[in-house]
């Protein structure tokens, strides 16, 4: 009984990452996303692109991470990527998640925090694909969006290339190789600058 009451403690607990406000607006939307409406989107667009991986995947490994890779954002919130990977905020974010983990069961636990771990190693095949598909929508969001994100925290074009090309080439040059020639076309456009 008491592996249950952690589990749904743990359903209530992560209900908070609804409330967190990420940096990009969903496209056609005036409003900004959500970290859970995040989640959802990633792990859907993952299925649909893991035939395009560099390597094969374990989809399901993939979908995990990315179910559970931004459940330290309930308390350390979100933060622009372009600046927000300091040692200080994945130490937020690490003891966010271990907070959260410990509701869970052993077992549940362990996988959790190795799947979180493996994920921000970006070591494995599955890491490198979930890290390549995580960085896709917010640049969907800003492309379809005039580039909201990017001019609210003055990201220039080479910044938005380089990281992202580093990323998202990791996990699938193919995908890199279209979002790259969309990031093009917002740069002819005058979208990205």
């Not at 179910?67 to 990527?81: K, P, R, S």
């Not at 080479?158 to 740069?187: D, P, Q, Y």
Request: negative net charge; aromatic residues 8%; hydrophobic residues 40%.
């Amino acid at each position: 009984m008491e592996e249950i009451k952690g589990i749904v403690d743990f359903m209530v607990e992560v209900e908070k990452l609804k409330s967190i406000e990420r940096q990009t607006k969903p496209v056609g939307l005036d409003r900004y996303e959500n970290s859970a409406e995040h989640s959802w989107h990633v792990c859907l667009s993952a299925l649909l692109l893991k035939d395009f991986a560099n390597e094969a995947v374990d989809i399901v490994r993939v979908m995990k991470m990315l179910l559970i890779h931004d459940l330290g954002e309930i308390e350390a919130g979100d933060t622009v990527i372009y600046s927000a990977e300091t040692e200080e905020n994945k130490q937020l974010e690490r003891s966010c998640i271990q907070k959260l983990f410990r509701l869970l069961p052993e077992a549940s636990r362990e996988e959790f925090s190795n799947l979180w771990e493996e994920f921000e190693e970006g070591v494995s095949p599955e890491a490198r694909f979930a890290k390549a598909i995580d960085r896709v929508p917010p640049l969907l969001h800003n492309i379809h969006g005039e580039g909201h994100g990017w001019k609210k925290h003055n990201i220039a074009k080479e910044k938005v290339f380089a990281f992202n090309g580093e990323r998202i080439s990791k996990g699938s040059n193919l995908l890199w190789r279209e979002v790259e020639s969309r990031l093009n076309n917002a740069v002819q456009s005058g979208v990205l600058k």
